[in-house]
């Protein structure tokens, strides 16, 4: 019998070997698995990392050297023309600013086409991380859902399975003994009252489920659990500067309607942060959106709401120290609106109320738009009333856009004329500032200046009659 048993345990315990071979070759594939996981999801921060880096680096967009070297070539020019004797000093000072001047321009291309190459990076390793991580997890959950399961079971049938043979063995063991050594019976099967149970009963007694139970909940009390959960995706976290340059909201040259729609407004921020300002700091301060700005400082608060007008805080921008830095980047978003604020539509219509035959003689083709405005008052051959009516229905067939923003950027310059005590700026001084702005020439350069009177008398003529007209609308 001990070496039946002993070549039973022995076929029993290569299946044993086998199982935990198994589970051991699947803990291995896991393993290496996130171990490749983890060095994909470190060369996806690395990569994000630069490109991250670089976008800083190159402000998010094309820097502001075109405008440094225009500057540079119209000082030039007039230097050349009013100086005809230049030092070699001199000469040799502006070669080398040039030579400087487009390394500074290669440098700056450079950055950016290194920040496209690190972006395209990113996305490669990104795509490696998620690819690894789908991998690890089908992996881990076809280990823990299905194999290891399948482990167990095998397992515990193989435990059941030699806790029954192992029962049987040693029950045929004590039957085998009782009938051989009738002598010790005793032993075997005590006599009554001797107070102890006899081999056979202890055989019986024997309940490997519950001892497999004790012996389970022991390991578990020192081994800990296991974590079965999916491994989550985790995403690298830019800042919020790398954000913006990486997804701008632009607003220049961004017709009004997409704009708005994209950005749930009624009005674009731009028109209503400056006017805000103007009307906090700006409207005692004498010429107001007459002066113009200082050039880099429009320029960039121009780039900061180029990127997200939403984040722009004109109340604490270093750049509204002057308030006409504010003026002159609400001026130059309504220049490069395109289609203009008013539309095509409705240009002929507003300028039909002023036509050129009501311009007197001389002064029609005069390019000085100060000028123009002195016949305003001689220009009843409509009638108000007829005029206001006009105004209102063109306005009424604008789009809702413009017709809403239009409404906005009037009451606001109404507000700026109320104090033309302090500020010198009517109705006719900011029309002529706004006129040829919202209401452009058209394509004729022979009549640009009668163009530009034109639109001065219907930006006057809606300043003075703003209720008016609105009322009607």
């Not at 991998?135 to 194999?147: A, L, P």
Request: aromatic fraction near 6%; hydrophobic fraction near 40%; include cysteine.
């Amino acid at each position: 019998m001990s070496d039946f048993l002993s070549n039973y345990v022995k076929s029993k315990e290569a299946i044993r070997r086998k199982l935990r071979d198994t589970e051991q070759r699947y803990q291995k594939a896991i393993e290496e698995s996130e171990s490749l996981l983890e060095k994909a999801r470190a060369k996806y921060e690395v990569q994000c990392t630069e490109w991250e880096r670089l976008l800083l680096k190159t402000g998010g967009g094309k820097p502001d050297g075109a405008f440094a070297s225009a500057a540079t070539s119209a000082s030039g020019a007039t230097h050349s023309t009013t100086s005809s004797a230049m030092t070699k000093t001199k000469n040799v000072s502006n070669a080398v600013s040039g030579i400087f001047s487009k390394h500074k321009g290669s440098t700056q291309e450079s950055l950016e086409r290194l920040g496209q190459e690190a972006g395209v990076k990113a996305k490669v390793a990104n795509e490696a991380y998620k690819r690894l991580l789908q991998q690890t997890n089908s992996m881990r959950r076809d280990f823990y859902d299905v194999q290891l399961p399948k482990i167990l079971a095998s397992v515990m049938g193989l435990i059941e399975e030699v806790d029954q043979f192992l029962k049987f063995s040693l029950g045929k063991y004590a039957y085998t003994y009782e009938s051989a050594i009738l002598a010790d019976a005793i032993t075997l099967k005590p006599m009554d009252g001797a107070g102890m149970p006899g081999m056979v009963e202890m055989v019986g007694e024997i309940d490997s489920k519950a001892d497999l139970d004790a012996y389970l909940m022991a390991t578990a009390k020192h081994g800990g659990r296991i974590n079965r959960a999916s491994i989550p995706y985790k995403e690298y976290e830019m800042s919020t500067t790398a954000r913006l340059y990486a997804s701008p909201k632009r607003i220049f040259g961004v017709p009004l309607d997409a704009q708005l729609e994209r950005d749930q407004q009624q009005v674009p921020l731009i028109i209503v942060k400056c006017a805000d300002a103007v009307e906090a700091f700006g409207l005692q301060n004498e010429g107001i959106y007459r002066q113009s700005g200082q050039s880099s400082q429009v320029n960039k608060l121009r780039n900061e709401f180029d990127l997200d007008a939403e984040v722009v805080d004109l109340q604490v921008n270093a750049c509204t120290s002057d308030v006409n830095n504010v003026t002159g980047v609400l001026k130059m978003y309504l220049r490069e609106l395109p289609g203009g604020l008013i539309p095509v539509a409705q240009h002929g219509v507003m300028l039909s109320y002023f036509p050129v035959e009501d311009l007197e003689p001389g002064i029609a083709a005069s390019a000085d738009a100060a000028t123009a405005m002195q016949d305003y008052d001689r220009d009843q051959d409509l009638g108000l009333a007829q005029r206001i009516s006009g105004m209102a229905n063109a306005i009424r067939s604008m789009p809702l856009p413009n017709r809403n923003t239009l409404a906005f950027l009037l009451a606001h310059l109404d507000k700026v004329q109320a104090f033309q005590e302090f500020n010198m700026m009517n109705s006719e001084n900011l029309s002529i500032v706004f006129g040829p702005t919202i209401l452009p020439a058209g394509n004729n350069p022979a009549n640009a200046a009668v163009d530009i009177r034109r639109s001065a008398k219907v930006v006057r003529f809606m300043l003075d009659n703003r209720r008016a007209i609105f009322d009607a609308v």
